[in-house]
Protein backbone atom coordinates (compact mmCIF):
# COMPACT_ATOMS: atom_id res chain seq x y z
CA UNK A 1 0.00 0.00 0.00
CA UNK A 2 1.17 3.56 -1.19
CA UNK A 3 2.92 5.47 2.27
CA UNK A 4 1.23 9.12 0.64
CA UNK A 5 -1.01 10.80 2.83
CA UNK A 6 -4.69 11.46 1.93
CA UNK A 7 -5.64 15.01 2.10
CA UNK A 8 -7.74 14.26 5.54
CA UNK A 9 -6.42 15.76 8.53
CA UNK A 10 -8.13 14.52 12.00
CA UNK A 11 -10.15 15.30 13.20
CA UNK A 12 -12.98 15.43 10.55
CA UNK A 13 -15.92 16.98 12.10
CA UNK A 14 -19.29 15.98 10.55
CA UNK A 15 -21.36 18.25 8.04
CA UNK A 16 -24.41 16.32 8.67
CA UNK A 17 -25.58 14.68 11.94
CA UNK A 18 -27.22 11.70 10.35
CA UNK A 19 -24.22 10.73 8.25
CA UNK A 20 -20.40 10.59 8.43
CA UNK A 21 -17.99 12.93 6.64
CA UNK A 22 -18.17 12.41 3.37
CA UNK A 23 -13.64 12.10 3.52
CA UNK A 24 -14.16 8.75 5.48
CA UNK A 25 -16.52 7.52 3.01
CA UNK A 26 -13.70 8.34 -0.38
CA UNK A 27 -11.07 7.05 1.68
CA UNK A 28 -12.67 3.60 2.52
CA UNK A 29 -13.52 3.20 -1.02
CA UNK A 30 -10.01 3.86 -2.00
CA UNK A 31 -8.06 1.80 0.96
CA UNK A 32 -9.47 0.82 4.51
CA UNK A 33 -6.42 2.15 6.07
CA UNK A 34 -5.15 5.10 4.73
CA UNK A 35 -1.99 7.54 6.21
CA UNK A 36 -3.55 10.54 7.19
CA UNK A 37 -2.20 13.78 9.01
CA UNK A 38 -3.15 14.14 12.42
CA UNK A 39 -3.62 16.83 14.71
CA UNK A 40 -0.61 18.58 15.73
CA UNK A 41 0.66 17.80 12.21
CA UNK A 42 2.62 14.00 12.76
CA UNK A 43 1.45 11.29 10.24
CA UNK A 44 -0.34 8.29 10.91
CA UNK A 45 -2.68 5.86 9.70
CA UNK A 46 -6.69 5.45 10.01
CA UNK A 47 -8.99 2.82 9.83
CA UNK A 48 -12.00 3.11 8.07
CA UNK A 49 -13.19 -0.19 7.27
CA UNK A 50 -15.10 -2.33 9.78
CA UNK A 51 -13.26 -5.53 9.08
CA UNK A 52 -9.89 -3.90 9.56
CA UNK A 53 -10.87 -1.87 12.52
CA UNK A 54 -12.00 -5.22 14.59
CA UNK A 55 -8.27 -6.49 13.05
CA UNK A 56 -6.77 -3.78 14.74
CA UNK A 57 -8.55 -3.71 18.39
CA UNK A 58 -7.91 -7.31 18.87
CA UNK A 59 -4.21 -6.88 18.18
CA UNK A 60 -2.43 -6.88 21.03
CA UNK A 61 0.77 -5.18 18.88
CA UNK A 62 -1.24 -2.09 18.97
CA UNK A 63 -0.90 -0.38 22.26
CA UNK A 64 -3.51 1.91 24.21
CA UNK A 65 -0.91 3.68 26.24
CA UNK A 66 -0.71 7.39 25.43
CA UNK A 67 2.22 7.39 26.91
CA UNK A 68 4.12 5.56 24.54
CA UNK A 69 5.78 7.98 21.63
CA UNK A 70 3.80 7.91 18.48
CA UNK A 71 0.06 7.42 20.44
CA UNK A 72 -2.12 9.76 18.25
CA UNK A 73 -3.92 11.69 20.32
CA UNK A 74 -6.26 13.95 18.44
CA UNK A 75 -6.79 17.09 20.62
CA UNK A 76 -4.37 20.08 21.37
CA UNK A 77 -0.83 21.24 19.90
CA UNK A 78 2.49 19.46 20.74
CA UNK A 79 2.75 20.53 24.40
CA UNK A 80 -0.88 20.16 25.42
CA UNK A 81 -0.18 16.90 24.45
CA UNK A 82 3.05 16.41 25.92
CA UNK A 83 1.15 17.33 29.12
CA UNK A 84 -1.33 14.78 28.45
CA UNK A 85 1.07 12.02 28.32
CA UNK A 86 2.18 12.55 31.41
CA UNK A 87 -1.16 12.46 33.50
CA UNK A 88 -1.51 9.41 35.58
CA UNK A 89 -2.79 6.42 32.94
CA UNK A 90 -6.69 5.74 33.36
CA UNK A 91 -7.70 1.81 32.26
CA UNK A 92 -8.29 2.42 29.08
CA UNK A 93 -4.78 3.68 28.34
CA UNK A 94 -3.34 0.21 29.99
CA UNK A 95 -1.97 -2.65 28.00
CA UNK A 96 -1.63 -6.85 28.62
CA UNK A 97 -1.21 -7.66 31.96
CA UNK A 98 -2.02 -4.43 33.99
CA UNK A 99 -5.08 -3.84 31.75
CA UNK A 100 -6.36 -6.95 32.91
CA UNK A 101 -5.42 -6.85 36.26
CA UNK A 102 -7.51 -2.95 36.23
CA UNK A 103 -10.06 -4.32 34.82
CA UNK A 104 -11.09 -7.89 35.99
CA UNK A 105 -12.39 -6.38 39.97
CA UNK A 106 -14.60 -4.25 38.26
CA UNK A 107 -15.95 -6.71 35.74
CA UNK A 108 -18.47 -8.18 38.00
CA UNK A 109 -19.88 -4.57 38.96
CA UNK A 110 -20.80 -4.44 35.40
CA UNK A 111 -22.52 -8.13 34.70
CA UNK A 112 -26.34 -8.34 33.01
CA UNK A 113 -27.53 -9.79 36.54
CA UNK A 114 -26.07 -7.09 38.65
CA UNK A 115 -27.38 -4.56 36.15
CA UNK A 116 -30.48 -6.28 36.25
CA UNK A 117 -30.82 -5.37 39.76
CA UNK A 118 -30.69 -1.53 39.09
CA UNK A 119 -33.66 -1.44 36.75
CA UNK A 120 -36.27 -0.82 38.86
CA UNK A 121 -34.02 2.20 40.36
CA UNK A 122 -33.50 3.56 36.88
CA UNK A 123 -37.25 3.06 35.83
CA UNK A 124 -38.02 4.95 38.77
CA UNK A 125 -35.65 8.18 38.33
CA UNK A 126 -36.63 7.87 34.54
CA UNK A 127 -40.45 8.11 35.37
CA UNK A 128 -39.85 10.68 38.22
CA UNK A 129 -37.98 13.11 35.28
CA UNK A 130 -40.95 12.43 33.27
CA UNK A 131 -43.34 13.30 35.63
CA UNK A 132 -41.75 16.60 35.84
CA UNK A 133 -41.51 17.39 31.89
CA UNK A 134 -45.24 16.45 32.10
CA UNK A 135 -46.17 18.58 34.90
CA UNK A 136 -44.03 21.93 33.54
CA UNK A 137 -46.40 24.30 31.73
CA UNK A 138 -43.68 26.17 29.74
CA UNK A 139 -42.52 24.97 26.18
CA UNK A 140 -40.34 23.88 24.50
CA UNK A 141 -38.47 22.33 27.12
CA UNK A 142 -34.90 21.41 26.90
CA UNK A 143 -34.90 17.73 26.97
CA UNK A 144 -30.60 17.74 27.22
CA UNK A 145 -31.23 19.40 30.80
CA UNK A 146 -34.58 17.64 31.38
CA UNK A 147 -33.84 14.02 31.07
CA UNK A 148 -30.54 13.24 28.98
CA UNK A 149 -27.86 14.95 31.48
CA UNK A 150 -29.78 13.73 34.82
CA UNK A 151 -30.52 9.91 34.45
CA UNK A 152 -27.28 9.09 33.18
CA UNK A 153 -25.71 11.83 36.09
CA UNK A 154 -27.80 9.83 38.43
CA UNK A 155 -27.27 6.47 37.70
CA UNK A 156 -23.98 6.50 38.04
CA UNK A 157 -23.46 8.78 41.05
CA UNK A 158 -25.40 6.03 43.03
CA UNK A 159 -23.15 3.38 41.90
CA UNK A 160 -19.62 5.26 42.67
CA UNK A 161 -21.27 6.80 45.94
CA UNK A 162 -21.06 10.44 44.45
CA UNK A 163 -23.01 12.91 46.08
CA UNK A 164 -25.39 13.83 43.21
CA UNK A 165 -25.00 17.46 44.87
CA UNK A 166 -22.09 17.31 43.23
CA UNK A 167 -23.54 16.76 39.39
CA UNK A 168 -22.99 20.38 38.59
CA UNK A 169 -19.10 20.27 39.08
CA UNK A 170 -18.50 17.48 37.49
CA UNK A 171 -20.65 17.75 34.15
CA UNK A 172 -19.15 21.42 33.77
CA UNK A 173 -15.58 19.92 33.88
CA UNK A 174 -16.14 16.71 31.61
CA UNK A 175 -17.03 19.47 29.09
CA UNK A 176 -14.52 20.98 29.01
CA UNK A 177 -12.02 18.19 29.24
CA UNK A 178 -14.07 16.74 26.13
CA UNK A 179 -14.27 20.14 24.02
CA UNK A 180 -11.56 20.01 21.41
CA UNK A 181 -11.69 23.77 21.44
CA UNK A 182 -10.84 24.07 25.04
CA UNK A 183 -7.42 25.86 25.80
CA UNK A 184 -4.39 23.34 27.00
CA UNK A 185 -5.08 24.58 30.36
CA UNK A 186 -8.79 24.60 30.49
CA UNK A 187 -8.33 21.03 29.65
CA UNK A 188 -5.60 20.51 31.46
CA UNK A 189 -7.57 22.24 34.28
CA UNK A 190 -10.52 20.14 33.81
CA UNK A 191 -8.78 17.05 34.56
CA UNK A 192 -6.93 18.13 37.97
CA UNK A 193 -10.03 19.53 38.93
CA UNK A 194 -11.90 16.15 37.99
CA UNK A 195 -9.19 14.23 39.49
CA UNK A 196 -8.81 16.28 42.77
CA UNK A 197 -12.40 15.68 43.70
CA UNK A 198 -12.31 11.72 42.87
CA UNK A 199 -9.14 12.14 45.99
CA UNK A 200 -11.00 13.09 48.29
CA UNK A 201 -14.04 11.30 47.06
CA UNK A 202 -12.06 7.84 47.42
CA UNK A 203 -10.30 9.11 51.03
CA UNK A 204 -13.70 9.70 52.11
CA UNK A 205 -14.59 5.99 51.27
CA UNK A 206 -11.91 4.49 52.93
CA UNK A 207 -12.80 5.73 56.06
CA UNK A 208 -16.80 5.95 55.76
CA UNK A 209 -17.41 2.76 53.29
CA UNK A 210 -21.14 2.82 52.03
CA UNK A 211 -23.06 0.53 49.51
CA UNK A 212 -21.21 1.34 46.39
CA UNK A 213 -18.51 0.38 43.65
CA UNK A 214 -15.84 2.40 45.08
CA UNK A 215 -16.53 1.17 48.83
CA UNK A 216 -16.51 -2.61 46.98
CA UNK A 217 -13.32 -1.69 45.24
CA UNK A 218 -11.62 -1.06 48.80
CA UNK A 219 -13.25 -3.45 50.79
CA UNK A 220 -11.71 -6.30 48.36
CA UNK A 221 -8.17 -4.91 48.12
CA UNK A 222 -8.12 -4.51 51.58
CA UNK A 223 -8.48 -8.43 51.93
CA UNK A 224 -5.74 -8.97 49.14
CA UNK A 225 -3.50 -6.80 51.01
CA UNK A 226 -3.09 -2.53 51.05
CA UNK A 227 -5.71 -0.41 48.93
CA UNK A 228 -4.27 1.27 45.84
CA UNK A 229 -5.23 4.32 46.49
CA UNK A 230 -4.16 6.39 43.14
CA UNK A 231 -5.56 3.29 41.27
CA UNK A 232 -9.08 3.77 42.73
CA UNK A 233 -9.29 7.55 42.06
CA UNK A 234 -7.63 6.73 38.31
CA UNK A 235 -11.04 3.96 38.29
CA UNK A 236 -13.46 6.74 40.17
CA UNK A 237 -12.34 9.29 37.82
CA UNK A 238 -12.94 7.34 34.17
CA UNK A 239 -16.24 5.43 35.30
CA UNK A 240 -17.71 9.17 36.41
CA UNK A 241 -16.59 11.01 33.23
CA UNK A 242 -17.15 8.54 31.16
CA UNK A 243 -20.07 7.08 33.01
CA UNK A 244 -22.38 9.87 31.83
CA UNK A 245 -21.10 12.23 28.93
CA UNK A 246 -21.59 9.08 26.49
CA UNK A 247 -25.40 7.84 27.96
CA UNK A 248 -26.27 11.56 27.85
CA UNK A 249 -25.56 11.70 24.59
CA UNK A 250 -27.02 9.01 23.37
CA UNK A 251 -29.88 9.49 24.90
CA UNK A 252 -30.64 13.09 23.41
CA UNK A 253 -29.51 11.76 19.40
CA UNK A 254 -30.99 8.84 20.14
CA UNK A 255 -34.48 10.62 20.92
CA UNK A 256 -33.61 13.35 17.66
CA UNK A 257 -32.93 10.01 15.55
CA UNK A 258 -36.49 7.72 16.17
CA UNK A 259 -38.33 11.97 16.10
CA UNK A 260 -37.08 12.12 12.74
CA UNK A 261 -37.40 8.77 11.11
CA UNK A 262 -41.47 8.50 12.46
CA UNK A 263 -42.05 4.85 10.89
CA UNK A 264 -38.69 3.80 13.08
CA UNK A 265 -40.42 4.99 16.09
CA UNK A 266 -43.81 3.42 15.24
CA UNK A 267 -42.27 0.20 15.14
CA UNK A 268 -40.83 0.14 18.96
CA UNK A 269 -44.04 1.86 20.16
CA UNK A 270 -46.02 -0.73 18.39
CA UNK A 271 -43.69 -3.62 20.14
CA UNK A 272 -41.36 -2.40 23.03
CA UNK A 273 -39.97 -5.70 22.15
CA UNK A 274 -38.05 -4.22 19.39
CA UNK A 275 -36.17 -1.31 21.68
CA UNK A 276 -32.94 -3.85 22.44
CA UNK A 277 -32.66 -3.51 18.72
CA UNK A 278 -33.52 -0.13 18.48
CA UNK A 279 -30.87 0.96 20.67
CA UNK A 280 -28.27 -1.36 19.07
CA UNK A 281 -28.89 0.54 15.90
CA UNK A 282 -28.87 4.34 17.06
CA UNK A 283 -25.45 3.25 18.80
CA UNK A 284 -24.44 2.11 15.31
CA UNK A 285 -26.14 4.81 13.25
CA UNK A 286 -24.64 7.73 15.35
CA UNK A 287 -21.12 5.99 16.56
CA UNK A 288 -20.67 9.18 18.82
CA UNK A 289 -16.73 8.13 20.09
CA UNK A 290 -16.11 8.30 16.30
CA UNK A 291 -11.90 8.74 16.90
CA UNK A 292 -10.93 7.93 20.47
CA UNK A 293 -10.21 4.42 20.06
CA UNK A 294 -6.21 4.99 19.00
CA UNK A 295 -3.46 2.71 19.29
CA UNK A 296 0.25 3.01 18.56
CA UNK A 297 2.12 -0.11 17.08
CA UNK A 298 4.01 -1.59 19.04
CA UNK A 299 5.69 -4.10 16.44
CA UNK A 300 5.27 -3.89 12.53
CA UNK A 301 2.02 -5.14 11.52
CA UNK A 302 0.62 -5.98 8.01
CA UNK A 303 -3.45 -5.39 8.21
CA UNK A 304 -5.03 -5.94 4.72
CA UNK A 305 -2.66 -4.27 2.81
CA UNK A 306 -1.17 -1.86 5.08
CA UNK A 307 2.48 -2.22 6.25
CA UNK A 308 2.02 -0.10 9.43
CA UNK A 309 5.88 -0.08 11.12
CA UNK A 310 6.22 0.07 14.34
CA UNK A 311 5.69 3.75 16.66
CA UNK A 312 3.59 4.37 13.92
CA UNK A 313 0.17 5.70 15.21
CA UNK A 314 -3.41 4.50 14.22
CA UNK A 315 -6.88 5.86 14.57
CA UNK A 316 -9.97 3.71 14.06
CA UNK A 317 -12.83 5.58 13.02
CA UNK A 318 -15.97 3.20 14.83
CA UNK A 319 -18.25 5.81 12.67
CA UNK A 320 -16.85 5.09 9.19
CA UNK A 321 -16.60 1.22 10.20
CA UNK A 322 -19.92 1.25 11.40
CA UNK A 323 -20.90 2.71 8.24
CA UNK A 324 -19.28 0.12 6.04
CA UNK A 325 -21.53 -1.30 3.48
CA UNK A 326 -19.14 -4.24 3.59
CA UNK A 327 -20.64 -4.91 7.34
CA UNK A 328 -23.92 -3.46 7.07
CA UNK A 329 -26.33 -3.64 4.48
CA UNK A 330 -27.57 -0.24 2.84
CA UNK A 331 -25.29 1.19 6.43
CA UNK A 332 -26.81 5.30 5.50
CA UNK A 333 -30.47 3.93 6.57
CA UNK A 334 -31.49 3.81 10.40
CA UNK A 335 -33.38 0.49 10.93
CA UNK A 336 -34.36 -0.16 14.65
CA UNK A 337 -34.62 -4.43 13.00
CA UNK A 338 -31.30 -4.14 11.92
CA UNK A 339 -30.45 -6.14 14.82
CA UNK A 340 -26.87 -5.79 13.99
CA UNK A 341 -24.85 -5.91 17.60
CA UNK A 342 -21.68 -6.38 15.64
CA UNK A 343 -21.07 -2.47 15.59
CA UNK A 344 -18.38 -0.97 17.04
CA UNK A 345 -19.96 1.79 19.12
CA UNK A 346 -18.74 -0.39 22.47
CA UNK A 347 -14.98 -0.73 20.84
CA UNK A 348 -13.91 -4.35 20.27
CA UNK A 349 -11.13 -6.26 22.01
CA UNK A 350 -9.92 -6.74 25.55
CA UNK A 351 -10.62 -2.99 25.94
CA UNK A 352 -14.44 -3.25 24.48
CA UNK A 353 -16.66 -0.80 27.09
CA UNK A 354 -16.69 -1.99 30.20
CA UNK A 355 -19.92 0.01 31.27
CA UNK A 356 -21.60 -0.82 27.83
CA UNK A 357 -24.48 -3.04 29.55
CA UNK A 358 -25.02 -0.48 31.88
CA UNK A 359 -25.64 2.36 29.07
CA UNK A 360 -28.19 -0.16 26.86
CA UNK A 361 -29.93 -0.61 29.97
CA UNK A 362 -30.66 3.00 30.76
CA UNK A 363 -31.05 3.58 26.71
CA UNK A 364 -34.07 1.08 26.74
CA UNK A 365 -35.61 2.42 29.93
CA UNK A 366 -35.64 6.06 28.70
CA UNK A 367 -36.85 5.73 25.26
CA UNK A 368 -39.33 3.15 26.15
CA UNK A 369 -40.67 5.45 28.77
CA UNK A 370 -40.70 8.62 27.19
CA UNK A 371 -42.34 7.65 24.16
CA UNK A 372 -44.83 5.42 26.12
CA UNK A 373 -46.20 8.44 28.39
CA UNK A 374 -45.02 11.38 25.77
CA UNK A 375 -46.58 10.12 22.49
CA UNK A 376 -46.97 13.23 20.93
CA UNK A 377 -43.34 14.21 21.98
CA UNK A 378 -41.97 16.43 18.94
CA UNK A 379 -39.01 18.74 18.01
CA UNK A 380 -39.51 22.01 18.62
CA UNK A 381 -36.72 23.37 16.09
CA UNK A 382 -35.77 21.89 12.65
CA UNK A 383 -32.55 19.39 13.27
CA UNK A 384 -30.53 21.57 11.31
CA UNK A 385 -30.67 24.03 13.77
CA UNK A 386 -30.19 22.23 16.33
CA UNK A 387 -26.88 23.11 17.96
CA UNK A 388 -25.09 19.77 17.92
CA UNK A 389 -21.21 18.96 19.32
CA UNK A 390 -19.24 19.42 16.20
CA UNK A 391 -16.43 20.95 18.88
CA UNK A 392 -16.33 17.86 21.10
CA UNK A 393 -15.04 14.45 21.20
CA UNK A 394 -17.86 12.89 22.32
CA UNK A 395 -20.36 13.90 19.56
CA UNK A 396 -24.10 14.92 20.87
CA UNK A 397 -26.20 18.26 20.68
CA UNK A 398 -25.90 20.98 23.98
CA UNK A 399 -29.66 21.52 23.71
CA UNK A 400 -32.78 19.48 22.65
CA UNK A 401 -35.65 22.04 22.60
CA UNK A 402 -38.60 19.45 22.35
CA UNK A 403 -42.93 20.12 22.59
CA UNK A 404 -46.14 18.03 22.67
Keep these: ?19 PPAEYERLRERAPISRVRLMGGAEGWLVSGHEEARAVLADRRFSSDRRKDGFPLV ?5 TQRQLRAQPPLMVGMDGAEHAAARR ?10 LAALRPRIQDLVDRFVDDLLATEERPVDLVRAL ?12 LGVPYADHDFFQSRTAVAVRRTSSPQERLGAFADLRAYMDELVTRKESEPGDDLISRQIARQRQDGAVDHAGLVSLAFLLLTAGHETTANMISLGVIGLLSHPDQLAL ?10 AVEEL ?25 IKAGEGVVVSGLSANRDP ?33 ARLELQIVFDTLFRRIPTLRLAAPVEDLPFKSDAIVYGVHELPVTW
Design 283 to 307: LRYFSITDVVTSRVATDDVRIGEAD
Design 105 to 114: PVIGEFTVKR
Design 1 to 19: MSKSVAGVELPVERGCPFA
Design 75 to 79: VGDAE
Design 148 to 159: SLPVPSLVICEL
Design 326 to 358: AAFENPGDLDVERGARHHLAFGFGPHQCLGQNL
Design 268 to 277: ITADPARTPL
